[in-house]
Nanobody
Framework: VQLQASGGGLVQVGDSLRLSCTTS????????MGWFRQTPGKEREFVAA????????YYTDSVKDRFAISRDNAKNTVFLQMNNLKPEDTAVYYC?????????????????WGQGTQVTVSS
């Protein structure tokens, strides 16, 4: 399974970005999917996850009320809408396909990972 993430870029504080991640096959529509982020020298951090039916979502506290995860199973794509961006959101963002159908914050519960897209928020 290949995952292609896109949508990152350089923005100003308070701006918005929408990340997209497309999987290479329909199997991922039966799996939970998630977004993680990582900055140099730090461990990969959970951001958001969505169950395969799309009804269950999970967010890390620092992005609640600012980020929204969604998915379009017909297009094998998961999205991360990021609003009111802050400098601390600067990171490489990775999408991933979970081993199960659930939305989970546990990185070890994911089996496939994308290559990452850089998000830089400038103050």
């Amino acid at each position: 399974v290949q995952l292609q993430a896109s949508g990152g870029g350089l923005v100003q504080v308070g701006d918005s970005l929408r990340l997209s991640c497309t999987t290479s096959r329909r199997t991922a529509s039966n799996n939970g999917m998630g977004w993680f982020r990582q900055t140099p020298g730090k461990e990969r951090e959970f951001v958001a996850a969505i169950a395969w039916r799309g009804g269950g979502t999970y967010y890390t506290d620092s992005v609640k009320d600012r980020f929204a995860i969604s998915r379009d199973n017909a297009k094998n794509t998961v999205f991360l809408q990021m609003n009111n961006l802050k400098p601390e959101d600067t990171a490489v963002y990775y999408c991933a396909v979970a081993r199960s159908s659930a939305a989970t914050p546990n990185a070890q519960s994911y089996q496939y990972w994308g290559q990452g897209t850089q998000v830089t928020v400038s103050s």
